[in-house]
């Protein structure tokens, strides 16, 4: 029997033992992925009541794609902890709500169950959506822009219908001149007091469109009516001088004859003839 050896030198022990360590924590080396990622919520990665199992069997089933099998034996081919262990963890996942399971009536007629992954217990999408990727969000519609208003154009002093509708063919027809020129019915509408202050300045609708139309820009015209409305304000032509009223025509009165020497002479009244007056007045 052997007896112990007290003078036997003891086993060489370590510098730093255990109890005094120094431990510096967790370091991330990360790289971003653009490619093949999944999102996995810190919820379901650090979850204090699931186990390890449940955890990385969760983590596994959110990076599946849809249609993807998910049953015990599928998974237990896939991994080597066994059906019993993996029932389990599917279960966990299953009471925290990581997994439901529903019945759903196939076009055959037959009742199948559907497993489906909740990436968020509580949140609950529509039938259809049963893909872990967050919906698109909606595109904001973006208000259209504002179209610049068009330059004031001169007012006659005086509308018709008449002269309204005559501008309006001004305006219509200068397209006929230049293609350029073509003008939306808003345009018009604006832009037809202008031309009718022409008209009742005793212009011709040649003259309107003459002005209109000359010596137009060579490059391409972005805002036809507002150079127009521009042109029918700088270059308004005067008001036309006011007309002098002609003197009325001399009256012309009847012929009569005279009371003295029968001859015809024109008067208002009957009796005498000029002659006959003059050698029938008084001699001083």
């Known amino acids: 029997m052997d007896t112990e050896n007290p003078s036997a030198p003891e086993h060489a022990k370590s510098r730093t033992t255990g109890k005094n360590h120094p431990h510096a924590g967790l370091v991330h080396d990360n790289a971003r992925h653009t490619t093949r990622f999944t999102v996995i919520g810190n919820h379901l990665a650090q979850h204090e009541e699931l186990s390890l199992l449940a955890i990385g069997l969760g983590v596994h089933i959110q990076s599946l794609p849809p249609g993807a099998l998910i049953d015990i034996k599928s998974l237990a081919r ?33 009742i199948v169950t559907r497993t489906v992954s909740c990436n968020k217990p509580g949140h609950r999408n529509t039938p259809s959506d049963t893909s ?9 519609d973006k208000p259209p822009p504002r179209r610049k208003l068009l330059p004031a154009v001169p007012k006659p002093s005086y509308t018709s219908p008449a002269l309204l509708a005559a ?25 037809a007091p202008g031309v009718a202050a022409w008209l009742e300045r005793d212009l011709t609708p040649t003259a309107v469109r003459e002005a209109l139309t000359t010596n137009l820009p060579t490059e391409p015209l972005h805002r036809p009516a507002a150079l127009l409305a521009h042109r029918l304000t700088n270059q ?33 009244t009957p009796g005498l003839c000029r002659d006959c007056r003059v050698s029938l007045a008084p001699t001083s």
């Open 132 to 140: 872990s990727r967050p919906a698109p969000r909606p595109a904001q």
């Open 78 to 110: 896939r991994f080597p902890e066994g059906t019993t262990r993996i029932a389990a963890a599917l279960r966990e996942l299953e009471t925290h709500g990581y997994l439901r399971r529903e019945r759903k009536r196939i076009a055959d007629g037959r």
């Open 167 to 191: 501008a309006v063919d001004v305006l219509a027809g200068l397209r006929r001149h230049d293609p350029r020129l073509l003008l939306s019915t808003t345009d018009a509408e604006h832009l």
């Open 236 to 268: 308004l032509p005067p008001p036309p001088p006011l007309r002098t009223p002609s003197p009325p025509p001399p009256i012309r009165h009847p012929l009569r004859n005279c009371d003295g020497c029968d001859h015809a002479f024109r008067s208002p």
